[in-house]
C-alpha cells in the first residue's frame, strides 16, 4: 500500500501525492513573494513554503489540486514542515481526485443508512418514529456530509452521520443492561441530537458557524425543526413523548455551562449525554494517539482539560509488546 | 388608614381583616385536631394554629375567604406568628373581597397597557412590530395576570407585566445615552424576553411549575412561539430582524450557567440582561427593606448572594434623619 | 404477591410483616419513655414511634427482629410515618427470617460469579490475571456482601459486586465499537477498580467508614494491594501493564476534585470513568423513580446536582401512556 | 472631510497627517538599523518599520510629532501595517498639532463640567455635597485629563470624565423609576467612584499603573482621601452618610473576587455596580464595532468573556439594511 | 482539681458552679412559662430549659449570675443538654466571679504585653516604629479584650492578642530561615494586621458586627488608621515603608475572594498571610480536638472545609499509645 | 569576586567564563547554518546565536563544555540575549569544571546531612524512626541531586533536599509555638513527603517526568514505599502510626484539586501542607526578585496567580533606603 504523509519521519524524504488544502501569496520581509501552502492527504496535514514563486506558479498551485511534491520532513518551531525540492500537478491518469485525500468516515454512507434504516425500525412510537423521518428527510443529504464539529472530534466529512452511529450503538447495548429506559426515545434521540449542526456549520469542507448556528445554536435550532415538523404532520407539540423528545435534545450536553438551557431531568437525557461524550472523546483520543508512537504521549488535547496520553507498547490484540521499529 | 398586618409590632393585639391564604387540617403529637392557617394582606403573610379546631371550624375557614381576626403577634422560632383569640367570616357588608388583600403590581393594568402601547409605536421594524403584536395578542390575558417569577422577584398578581414596564421605561432612558442601540430590537426584546413564564408557570395563584416549563423551559419556550408567529405572518424566519430578536431572548439570562443557550452577541442583548437584572435586584431590595426598621439590616435575600441589606435613616427626600418612630 | 411497604398509600391502613431496622429509647419532653422504631422491608424504610414503652417492650422490639405490624400510613414534615396501632414479633413459622426484608443485588450472586469467571476468561494478558485473581480471592467474601457506597448508589447488600457486573456488561459491548480497547486492561481495571471499598467501608449493615478508608481512602488502598500482589506473585512491579492497570485504579475518578491523584492518560482510564458513572446514575434515578408516581417528579438527588426526574406516563415497553391507577 | 488612517482599506495606498505614537531603535538580525514606528490618529493606531534609517532620520521622527506619510497598508500576521514609501515632518501651516490626532472623549469638557455641576446642584445632602466638592476641586486638572482604565474600556484623553458623565446621566433616569433611590448618594458616589485612578494611573499618555496604585488600589485610594476631606471639612467621618458613601465606593466592584473588600449593602451601591458595568460594557462593544463591517463578528473583546460582537446589517435609525460598501 | 462541665459525661449526675451566660423567658405550646438558660465555664457551653419557673425564678437567673447547679447530662438532637434538677445562686464566699467562667487566651496580658514590646524593639525602621506605637496605643484597651472573629478562631476574650502573640512567635523564626525577609515591616504588619477588628467587633460578650465594620470592614478600616497616624505623626504617607504597611494589612487575606482589594506583591504580604492561616487553623483544630475522645473524628469545621479532625490515640510527648480512659 | 552573567547591564561588554547548557544546529530560512546556544552560569541563563557556524564549530561547542565568552549583552522580544564577538574553549588553568556554573542548593551537602541527622534524632516513635531511616537509605543518592521540581521552586541541583530542610527548620519553630504537634509525626511527614520526586522525576539535568511520575504521581510511589518498608522490616501497616504517616503523605498537597487523593485529617497534615507552600512560595519570589531591580516589579510568577512581585528599595537589614547604583 501506498506511503501516506504521516508514514515519513522527520529528515526523510518525501515522494508522493498530496492535495492543496490551501495556498496564500504572502511577502518576505525582504519583499519577495512566496507561496505558503498546505497540503494534506488521509493521514492529516503539512505545511511548506514554496520560496521566490512566480506568477504562474500562484496560478498553478491552488487550493484544490492534487500536487506531485517531492521534499523532505523537516521541523520549525517544533511543528512538521516540508521542504519543497520540486512541485507538479498530478496528471489525469495518476491518483488526481481530490476526494482521495480527505479525511472521512471510516465507515461506509450506505453502511451508515443501513444503521440508522434499523434504530428507525426499533422506534416504536408512532409521533416519535414520524418527526424523526421528517427531520431526517429534511436534512438527509447535509447529514451525511457534516462534520461532527468544527474541531476537537469527528471533524472529518461524514464525521456527523459516524458519531451518531457509534453512539446508536453504544444506546442499543445500554438497553440491554437497563431494561427501563424508552428504546423509542432513547434512539430519537441520538438520532436527532446534533442534526442542528448542519445548520449550525457550514458544511464539510472549510467549515464555520453560520449566523445562525453563532446566534441562535444546534441545540434550539433542531429543537425548532421539531415544532416545525409537529406542526406539518398535524402533531400535538405539547404531547408528552414530543415533549421528552425535546427535552432530550435540549439537555444533551448536560450541563448549563455547556450551553444546555435545561439539565437533564428523565434517565435517557442523561445517558444521551454520558454516550455523547464517550463517542466525542475516544474519538479525539484516538486521533491524537494515531499521530503518537508508542512508548510516547501524544499531544495535549485542549477539549479534554489539555491532557496528553499515552499509547501503549502492549499489542492490542494480542497484548504482547508491540514492536517499536516500522517497517 | 386602616392599620394593616405588618403596622403592628410584636406582642401588640390584631385586630382586623385577613384572608386566609391556607388552611390545613393537622394533629398535634397526642392525635388532637388543628387547623394550621396562613393569613395574607397586602403588607404580608402571617401563620396561626387554630386549637382544637371542630369539624365545623375546619368546613367554614377555608382558603380564599376573608375573615376578622382577634389575636395576638408573637414570634415563634424567629418568625412572626399570630395567636388567635377569636375568629369569625367577614360579613357582606364588610370589606371581604378576597381581591382587597393580594399583593399586585403598584400601577393599574389600563396605565401598563398604555406604557406598551406607547413602546409599540417606537418599534418602528415592520417585521418586529408585527411578531411582538401577533404574540402579545395571544398571550395578553395571562401576561397581565402572571407573577415574573415564583419566588425573587416580582412574585405578585400582575409581576410580570410591572416588570416588563420598569424594563422598558430604563431601556428608554438607556437610547438617548447610547444613540447606537436599535430601538426595535431593544423593545421588542424586553417585551418578549419573559413572556414564556406565562407558559412556565401555573397562574398567579399557588405557582408552581408547568411540566413544559421544567423540561423545555420560559426561554426556549418563547423562541418557539417567535417562529410559530413568524410562519402565520408568513416572515421568513431567517431575515436578521427575526434572527436577531430570537437571540435577545435566548441570550437574556447573560451566562450559560443562568440558562442562556448562547451568550449575548449584539449590544442590545447585553443591555437587556443588565437591565433585567436591576429591575429584579431592585425589587427583591425594596421588597426585603420594606419590611426591616431604619437602622437595622434586612433578613438575607438568597438570590443575591446571601446578602442582606442596611435601611438607611437618612430621610431619603429631604435627607435628614428619618424619625425612628412610626405616628 | 404480598403487599409491600411502599404499595401502601397516604393514610392506608398497613398490616404486615416489617423488619426493625433500628429501635432507640428516647423520652417525650414530660420525660414519658417511647420507642423510636424504624422498620424496613425490600421495598424501602418507614419509622414509628411506639408511645408509652413499657421496659418489656423495650426489651422485645429490637433491631435484627422481624415484626407483624399493624398501622396506618401517615405524614410527618412531608415524610412518611407509621402510627402504630399493634405490633408482635413474627412466629417461627411466619416469614421470621431478617434476610428477606434486607434490600439486595437483583442478580444472585452465583449468576454474578459467572459473570465474573467470563471475563477473567477474556483477560488474556498473564500478569493482569493473575493479580486480579489474586486480590479478588482475598477479598471475595466481602466482595460480595459490600455496598458500593455509603449512600448515593448500589447501598445495598451485594451493591459493589452488582455495580461492578453492570459495568462489565458495559465495557462488553464498547470493546465492540471501540476496536483499539484492550480488554484485559479494560476488564482488570472495572474489577477492580472499587474493591478497596471492602477495606474503606465497615461492611453490609451499619455500613461506616474504617479509619483506613478515612485516612488513605479505598483509590489508594487498592492500589496498594496491587502492589502486594506483584510482590507475591513475583511480577516487576514497573512492567507497563501493572503500571497500567494501577493507573487506571488511581485515575477513575476522572478529576482531581472527585479524588483521584491522576487524571486519565490512556483510553482505558477514561472510559472506566465513564462506564461507572453511567452506572451509578442510571442505579440513582432508578432508585428515585421507583418511589415516583408517573407524571411526577421525583425527590431530588443531591449527589447528581440536586435535579429531580420525571417519570414517564408512557408505557416503557409498547409505548402507550401507562395507567395512572393501580390495580 | 479628510480621510483617516481606518478609513483605508488593505492594499491601498495611504497618504496623509499621523502623530508619532512611538519611536523605537531597533536592529535586524543582521545588524542593520531601523525604526519601528507606531502611528495614531483619531480613528486608531498602525505600526511601520522604517528600514535602513539613517542617524538623522533617528534624530528627526520621535514619539510626539506629526508627519505627513506616503505608504500603503498592508498585513503583517493578521494585523494592520504600514509600508513606508516616503515620510516628513508636517510644516507648521499643515495640521501639526499632536492633539488632533489623540482620540478624546466626544464631548467637550465645558459641556462636561457643567453636566457635573448640575449634578452637584442635586447632591442636597450637605455633607456629601462638601465632600465631593472639595475632593474633585482636588484631583480636578487629572481628572478631566485621565482614561478610565488603562486598556479595556475608555482608554482614552477625557475618558474619566466621561465615563462617569454617562454614568450620571442613567443615574439621573432611574431615579425616576425608582423613587426610593437617594440622588444625594446615588450622584455622589458616581462622582467619586473612580476619581481614585488619577492617583492609580501615570495620566493619559503612556498610561501606566503607580507604585500607590499597584500596592493600594483606586478603591481604597479614594476612600482616603474622604477621609482626608472629613478631616479638613471637620465633618463626622463616622456620620451615617459618610459611612455610606464610603461604602459606594469600596463596593462599586460588585464581588470580592473584582477587588472590592466588602459587597454592596445599600441600593444605591448595588446600582452603581450595575450602571458602571453597563456603561464599561457599552463602551468597549462599540470600540470594537466600530472597527467591523456589517454582517461581520468583531474581534474578540478579553474583558467581556472573550466573546465576539456581531455588527448589525440593519440601518440603525431607519431600520432598513446598511448599505454594504463605503463612499 | 475542680470537675468542669465537659469532664461529665453522657448521662452522669451533673454538681457543679456555672455561669449564666443567657437566660430567655419562653412559652411552651401550651403557654406555660419556662426558662431557657444557657450555662458555661471554661470548658464550654450547654443549655437547660427551667420548667414552670415562677416570676420569683425569672428575676433570679439572669445572665452575667453564677449558681450551683445540680442536674444529669443528656443529650437533646445530638447536642448535650442538662436536665435541671436543682439551681441556686452562688454565695459570696463560694466562687461567683463571673471572670472565672470565661474562655480566655491561655496566656496572660502582661506577658503578651511583654512580646509585643520585644517586638516593637526589633521594629528598627522609624516611621513604621511610630506608626504601630500610635495606633496601638490609641487602641490597646480593646486590643487585650477583643476576640479574633465573631465564631471560627479565637473568639475568646483576649483572643485577637493571643492571635497577634502566637504570629509574631511563628515570623520570630522565619526570619531565621529566610533573611530576606525585613523584620521591620513583618513584625509591623502582623501588629497592626487585624487591630481593625476592635472597629468591626462590639467587643468582647455578645460580639456582633458594627455598621462600620459591616459597610467599611477590618482591613480598610485600619489602613485608614495609618493615614491619619501618619497626619498626626506628620509622616509622609507616600513614602515608601508606609505604602509597604498599607499594602501589608490589604493583602492580609490573600486573595480577592476573601476579602483583600489586593493580592501579595512583596514577599511579607505572602508570608503574613500565611502566618494568619496558619494560626487560625491550628487554633480551630486544637478548639474541636479539645473536644474530641482518642480514636474518633471530630465535629466538622465549617471553616475548614467542613472537615473533621482525627484525634490520634498515640501519646503526644512520649509516643505512646494514651490511655482512653480519664481519671 | 568575579563578575556574573547578570551582573552586566544591558549593552554592556560582556566577557566571562560560562557553561554551554544547550546547543541545538539550526538553519536561516536562507538555509544557512547557525548554533542555537545558551550559557548559564549560577546568576542565570542567556542565549546567544553563533551565526555562520563551520563544521567544527558545531563539534566544538556543546552542551556541558566550559567556554570564554565576548560579547554584549542586548535584548530580543523583551528577553535578555547575548551578541557574539568571540568565543573559545577554557583551558585547563582556567575555571573550567562545568559544576562551578550549575545553581545548587545554598548550602553545603554535608550540612545538609547534619540537619537531617539531628531531625532523625528527634523521631522518638521507633516505628517511624526505622521506616524513615529506610526509605531514605534506599534513595539518599538521588535525594540529593533531585530537584524539588521539573520549574517553579526549587528546580536546581539539592533543590529537593534543600527545600527539604528549610521545611525542617520552620517545623522545629512550630513545635514551640503549638506544643500539640507530634514532632515524630511531623518531622518523618516533611522528611519523606516529597521523596517520591526522586522516582517522578528523571534527574538533576534534562529534568523530565517519568512514565511512573505521570501515570502514578510522587504522591503514591511514595506511599507504596512506605508499605514495602513496613513488609522488610515487620512494621504492622495498620498500626496507627504508619496510617498516620501515610496520610501525612497523601495529603500534603492540602486539596483534591493539587492532587491530594484524601485532605488533611490531623493537625500535621495541614501544617504540613502549609510549610511546603511557604518554602515554595519564598523560594520562588527570592528567585524572581534576584533578577529584579530595587524599585521594579518583578516578572510576572504563573505558579502564584501570575502575581508580580516589587523589590523594595530599604535597605533590608538596615532599613535604609538601598542605593538604586550598582558599584
Redo the contacts between chains.
Sequence with gaps: MMKKLYDYQKDENVNLFLLIKSAEEKK?RNNKPYLALTFQDTSGEISANFWDAKPKDIETFKAGYVVKVDGKREEYNGNPQLRLNAIRLAKEDEPSNPELYVERAPIHKDKMIEEFNKAMFDI??ANLNRIVRHVMKKFQREFFQSPAAMKNHHAFLGGLAYHTV?ML??A???I???E?L?T?LLFSGIILHDVGKVIELSGPTATEYT??G????H??LI??EI??AC?ELKIDE?H??V??L??LI?AHHG?????????????EA??IH?ID??DA??NM??AA?RKTEPGE?SEKIWA??N????K???D?K??M?ASQSKP
Tied chains: 1, 2, 3, 4, 5, 6.
Aim: aromatic share 10%; proline share 4%; with cysteine.
Design positions: 518576505t416504536t412510537n457509534c450503538r453504544i442499543r447495548s445500554l440491554t443492561v437497563y427501563d424508552n423509542s449566523l445562525e453563532k446566534l441562535i445554536g441545540i434550539v429543537s425548532n415544532s416545525k406542526q405539547n408528552e413523548d415533549l421528552l425535546k427535552h435540549l450541563e448549563y455551562e455547556y450551553g444546555s438551557p435545561v439539565r437533564p431531568q428523565i434517565p442523561e445517558i454520558y461524550q464517550i472523546k475516544m483520543m484516538q494517539l504521549f479534554m482539560g491532557r496528553s496520553f499515552y501503549k507498547t502492549m492490542i494480542n497484548n509488546i
